[in-house]
């Protein structure tokens, strides 16, 4: 994912990206089974040097969720059936996230005793801005349906079926498309850095961006 999303940012034809799942769910999460974290647990005897293996194959995954957000391209996630795991962390680094109205969410790594670390903990809650919730979420891994999601802003809309939601996100997306890339681009790189710095300092990092873009638009 990081190769694609980084190959997509450097895309001057790309301009919006559409995150959607081709099987019968979105996405059960990840298999972690079929990992490099597995095959240590597997194999590895000495349990110092499990865990320092470990500890560096987790960036791994993070990095690969991260590079959605680092894009500099809006993202849209399309949610149809289920999102579990790591599949919001997943869709957590999306800008724009809808769902079809048979969508369920599930933030389960409790129950398969780990604390979710592909970003769920730290971009969940700035996203839907209840810091309780997130915490019953996580602590009891209960399942939600599409309208809490949408009642909390972790999506913004809910679409009747798949076909209806890709053709609306097609439709927003081709809308995004039109606009000025550079404004757009920028406009995700402000709100990102805003997000992890104070208002002072997002307000410099703005000025700055509006200096360099300001003059070509007026030229």
Same mark, same amino acid.
């Given at each position: 994912?990081?190769?694609?999303? !980084? ?5 001057? /034809? ?13 996405? &059960? #999460?990840?298999?972690? =089974? ?7 647990? %597997?194999?590895? =005897? ?8 470990? $500890? ?12 959605? /957000? !680092? ?18 962390? %997943?869709?957590?680094?999306?800008? $724009? @996230? ?14 398969? #005793?780990? &604390? ?19 915490? /019953? ?10 309208? /809490? ?7 913004? @809309? ?6 209806? %939601? ?5 439709? %927003? &997306? =081709? =809308? ?29 990092? !703005? ?9 070509? @638009?007026?030229?």
């Amino acid at each position: 994912m990081v190769e694609c999303f !980084n190959q997509l940012a450097e895309d001057e /034809e790309c301009r919006v990206v559409i995150l959607s799942g081709a099987g019968k769910v979105f996405t &059960a #999460g990840l298999d972690l =089974t079929d990992s490099d974290i597995f095959q240590i647990m %597997m194999t590895e =005897t000495d349990c110092s040097r499990k865990a320092f293996k470990i $500890i560096n194959s987790i960036p791994k995954f993070q990095d690969s969720f991260t590079a959605i /957000e !680092n894009c500099p391209k809006p993202v849209i996630a399309a949610v149809h059936s289920a999102c579990i795991g790591g599949g919001i962390g %997943m869709i957590s680094a999306c800008d $724009i @996230r809808y769902c079809t109205q048979d969508a369920w969410f599930q933030i389960k790594e409790v129950d398969v #005793g780990l &604390a979710a670390d592909v970003g769920i903990l730290q971009r969940f809650p700035n996203i839907v801005g209840n810091d309780s919730l997130t915490r /019953e979420l996580k602590y009891s891994a209960r399942k939600f349906f599409s309208d /809490e999601p949408k009642s909390i802003g972790f999506v913004s @809309r809910i679409l009747q079926d798949k076909d209806q %939601m890709m053709k609306t996100i097609l439709e %927003m &997306a =081709t =809308t995004i498309a039109s606009k000025s890339p550079v404004a757009v681009q920028g406009s995700k790189v402000n709100l990102v850095y805003s997000r992890d710095h104070s208002v002072r300092e997002g307000l410099d990092c !703005n000025a700055k961006w509006n200096m360099v873009m300001a003059p070509q @638009r007026m030229s």
